[in-house]
């Protein structure tokens, strides 16, 4: 199974950026997606996260401005974030878990980080 994400660059405060996360491979069915980011000198966290019946949540620094979604037949998640702020500046990490194959073992896994930064 393989996490390909995209969309990260360069956008100016109060811009908005959009990120995708496609999943392929051996997959039977997917728990839950979501999206990670880790800034220089900070831990990892958690910034939203969609369930195959479509609950979410997110970070309480990111609510009203990102919104996260998922197309379940496609295996595809996608993180809007709009009025970005400087601080949003960070490597994003799609992931996806409970991601059961046609042979009934589950796992997780994470896709490649993708650079969003966010200029003053």
């Known amino acids: 199974v393989q996490l390909q994400a995209s969309g990260g660059g360069l956008v100016q405060a109060g811009g908005s950026v959009r990120l995708s996360c496609a999943a392929s491979?051996?997959?039977?069915?997917?728990?839950?997606m979501g999206w990670y980011r880790q800034a220089p000198g900070k831990e990892r966290e958690l910034v939203a996260i969609i369930t195959s019946g479509g609950s979410t949540n997110y970070a309480d620094s990111v609510k009203s401005r990102f919104t996260i979604s998922r197309d379940n037949a496609k295996n595809t998640v996608w993180l809007q974030m709009n009025s970005l702020k400087p601080e949003d500046t960070a490597v994003y990490y799609c992931f996806a878990e409970g991601v059961r194959d046609r042979l009934g073992y589950v796992t997780a896994y994470w896709g490649q980080g993708t650079q969003v930064t966010v200029s003053s």
């Open positions: 491979g051996n997959i039977f069915s997917i728990n839950a």
